[in-house]
């Protein structure tokens, strides 16, 4: 029984203990008395946990209810300023709407005047932004957006000084765009630096400093990177050191559009750039014309020579062996006792032996005319390639990127022709003199055995 007891009240201990939640303590009950004494004081400890708790929500409550009396307070207060705000709004846009009508009632002609106004105000604008005359007389155009936004305006009028001033700038635009002055202002070089110089504004078309010719870009005077021509660099010192008359300078005719074809001049290639572009192929191409060339010079200069001593040998009467003909005479000369078909093979046998030295680089000039335009090809389907290969891995975004890989691959076409044509025409030249002495030396031979085919 006793042991069944202590079962029990070790159970309702346990239970609780579970039940209220209050850690057991690491210290273990030595007897009944002292766990019972344990289990009391766990239950007066969860009964002051208990009040505590229910006191914290009862202030809760009562603030939650202040607090929502409050909220209930201050919606009513805000519907009832909503609604005085509505009103208000509701009487304010009657009037808005009044003095609108009333506006426009008074503003009469004059809005369709202000309508015109904001169209030149904004083509003004747009010029004055873009053009040289700026240079000489920066911000001109700033007093334009508050004059456009005041023509917008309904709550603002602009001021005749304001409209006198559109008038004045736009007609000033006019006549600067027909003059040639002189001013001081900033030009910045391609280095960066900036200097002080005296700039020549011809009209609104070109701007010169020192010789050089300059662009404005936002506002600012740049020296041009790459220059024209000397011809028109000396136009242009010779302008900015004139004092009157007239005075030869090119100007660039899209200035007030931009100036987009000096642009574009400067900016193309020269023919040594071109040059550069073709590569290794070009540069081949190059040294075989090169070679062409020589070899073309040094063979018609020989030619010229032996053909002079030809003629002078076909006026002489004694053979002499500095030129081909002498030779082949000379040969005559020393058979003269042989029947005609000996001589005719000993004849046709020196001709033979002068024909190489006459004939010499024939051949090979002839090549490198045949070999010039292909090579100048391969050079194209290289650089073809190596463009698509761009392409393939940068995209075809850029029209004028993929037009300059193009233009740089067909250099080398133009390479192979331009070796091309003159080596044809020098071929050509050099035969024609070949063919000349070696047709002297086959007639005065046919002209010796027809004589000793007579003698016999």
């Known amino acids: 029984m006793k042991m069944t007891f202590a079962k029990r009240c070790l159970a309702v201990a346990a239970a609780a203990m579970l039940t209220s939640g209050v850690a057991v303590a690491e210290e273990k009950a030595q007897s009944l008395d002292q766990l019972l004494k344990m289990v009391q004081q766990s239950k007066i400890a969860e009964s002051a946990e208990h009040r505590k ?10 603030e939650q209810a202040s607090l929502l009396k409050q909220a209930e307070n201050t ?30 009632e008074r503003l009469g002609s004059l809005k369709e005047l202000f309508g015109h106004l904001t169209s030149t105000a904004g083509d003004l604008r747009s010029s004055l932004g873009t053009s040289i005359v700026s240079a000489q007389y920066p911000g001109r155009a700033d007093f334009l957006d508050g004059l456009i936004d ?10 005749i000084e304001e409209i006198e001033q559109l008038w004045f700038e736009t007609q000033r635009e006019t006549v600067e765009g027909g003059r040639v002055v002189k001013f001081n202002g900033a030009v910045i070089k391609p280095n960066g630096d900036r200097e002080d110089r005296e700039v020549v504004r011809v009209g609104n078309f070109q701007l010169l400093s020192d010789g050089k010719y300059l662009e404005l870009r936002e506002g600012r005077m740049l020296e041009l990177t790459r220059q024209p021509p000397a011809t028109a660099l000396g136009q242009a010192n010779s302008l900015q050191n004139a004092t009157d008359g007239f005075t030869r300078v090119a100007i660039d005719p899209t200035g007030p559009a931009g100036g987009t074809f000096l642009s574009a001049l400067i900016n193309s290639p020269s023919i040594v750039e071109r040059w550069h572009q ?12 090169l070679f062409a060339m020589l070899l073309g010079a040094w063979r018609f200069v020989v030619l010229m020579g032996m053909s002079s001593k030809v003629t002078s040998q076909l006026k002489s009467e004694s053979a002499n062996t500095n030129n081909p003909l002498g030779r082949v005479l000379k040969v005559a000369e020393e058979n003269k006792g042989l029947d005609g078909e000996s001589l005719e093979l000993k004849l046709e046998e020196a001709v033979l032996k002068e024909r190489p030295a006459i004939e010499s680089g024939l051949t090979l000039l002839k090549i490198i005319s045949m070999i010039a335009p292909l090579l100048g090809l391969l050079g194209t389907v290289t650089g073809m390639i190596i463009t698509f290969q761009a392409i393939t891995i940068f995209g075809a975004g850029d029209p004028k990127a993929m037009a300059g890989g193009i233009s740089s691959a067909l250099v080398t076409t133009v390479l192979g022709l331009v070796v091309a044509i003159p080596t044809v025409l020098v071929h050509t030249l050099v035969n024609g003199r070949a063919k000349r002495v070696l047709q002297i030396l086959e007639e005065q031979s046919a002209g010796i055995i027809a004589e000793n085919a007579e003698r016999k």
């Open 75 to 104: 919606k009513a207060s805000e519907e009832k300023r909503s609604a005085t705000l509505e009103k208000k709004y509701e009487e304010q846009d009657l009037q808005v709407s009044a003095k609108r009508a009333q506006l426009q």
């Open 278 to 289: 073709g590569g290794i192929v070009g540069y081949i191409i190059s040294a075989v014309g």
């Open 150 to 159: 005041k023509m917008n305006s309904n709550t603002q009028l602009p001021t």
């Open 53 to 62: 708790r229910e006191a914290e929500f009862l202030r809760q409550k009562s």
